[in-house]
């Protein structure tokens, strides 16, 4: 299947069996896929925390995360230390490339997972202070997103709203 196919494709699971486990050579391929992603410079600050027991996933709940009962998570945080920094961005302060880095890293685990068949949802639906007390995060690290990992249930159906696009021209100018 060709790229923009697979794209076509995906979409936010909201309905995971929760009994049906993703298989370990899965989550291998999936978490090798995020290790291979572009970051700012490859400075590769991204810790991807993989949330499998139940009491991690308690911690996981507790967050307010809508984890819509997945067998397995991952947290993905960047390393304030190792982040790519643009110094010269007269915009900003000193431009931290940290959540751009996490979403390629994101994404390239996304799109991984739905070409071995694995459904996922990503989240950023909680408070980054409750998931850093709750994991018990070191100080340098921010938690940018999580993704819930696993198969569809027999009523998974992607969203009202997954196939409406905007127009090419509305997304995209040529300057």
Not at 39 to 68: D, F, H, W
Not at 106 to 135: C, K, N, P, Y
């Amino acid at each position: 299947m060709d790229f923009i196919d697979l794209a076509r494709q995906r979409y936010s699971e909201r309905y995971f069996d929760p009994e049906r486990e993703v298989e370990q050579e899965k989550l291998d391929l999936i978490l090798e896929a995020g290790r291979l992603a572009p970051t700012g410079c490859n400075n590769q600050p991204q810790r991807i925390y993989v949330i499998k027991s139940p009491e991690a996933m308690a911690k996981a709940v507790s967050t307010k995360a809508s984890l819509c009962h997945c067998p397995i998570a991952l947290l993905i945080c960047y390393n304030k230390d190792e982040v790519w920094k643009n110094k010269s961005d007269r915009c900003y302060e000193e431009y931290n490339c940290g959540e751009q880095d996490v979403s390629s890293v994101g994404l390239s685990m996304i799109f991984e997972a739905e070409e071995l068949g694995v459904h996922t949802l990503w989240i950023r639906g909680f408070d980054s202070q409750d998931v850093i007390d709750a994991f018990e995060l070191p100080a340098n690290e921010v938690p940018v997103m999580m993704i819930a990992l696993g198969y569809p249930s027999s009523s998974s159906h992607p969203a009202h709203l997954h196939s409406k696009r905007k127009s090419i021209d509305e997304t995209v100018k040529y300057i």
